[in-house]
């Protein structure tokens, strides 16, 4: 289950900017997750609540939006999204096409934090 390692890098980075900007809460950690990067939601959501134990974002939720696959088409030379993950083919002329330009993201969007330190 790599997602579990993805979750605890994802725990790393957050906490370093929690420690570097003095943050006293996280509610929630914004990620923007890709529909090609190969992460299945359910098991990072899971995989998060177990990471987060004992660190400076338990009881933080992990909210992901998640990224279309757009992919460039050298024949209409324009950015095409995908519904399809199956096919890396133009959705208009049917165009065969390797040039990813956005759906493999992994990466925090932003932290959303509490206005008032935690009461411990």
Do not use: W
């Not at 790599?2 to 900007?21: D, T």
């Not at 993201?105 to 411990?120: G, K, M, N, R, T």
């Amino acid at each position: 289950m790599h997602e579990l390692s993805i979750a605890m890098n994802l725990v790393e980075v957050a906490e370093s900017a929690v420690k570097h900007h003095s943050i006293a809460r996280v509610e929630s950690v914004h990620l923007r997750l890709g529909v090609f990067s190969g992460v299945v939601q359910e098991s990072l959501l899971f995989a998060y609540e177990f990471a987060t134990a004992g660190t400076l974002l338990a009881g933080s939720r992990l909210i992901i939006e998640e990224v279309p696959l757009v992919i460039y088409c050298p024949q209409c030379q324009l950015e095409r999204e995908l519904d399809n993950i199956q096919s890396l083919e133009c959705p208009v002329c049917g165009t065969a096409s390797n040039e990813i330009r956005q759906g493999k993201e992994i990466e925090i969007a932003y932290l959303e934090v509490a206005d008032e330190p935690s009461i411990a």
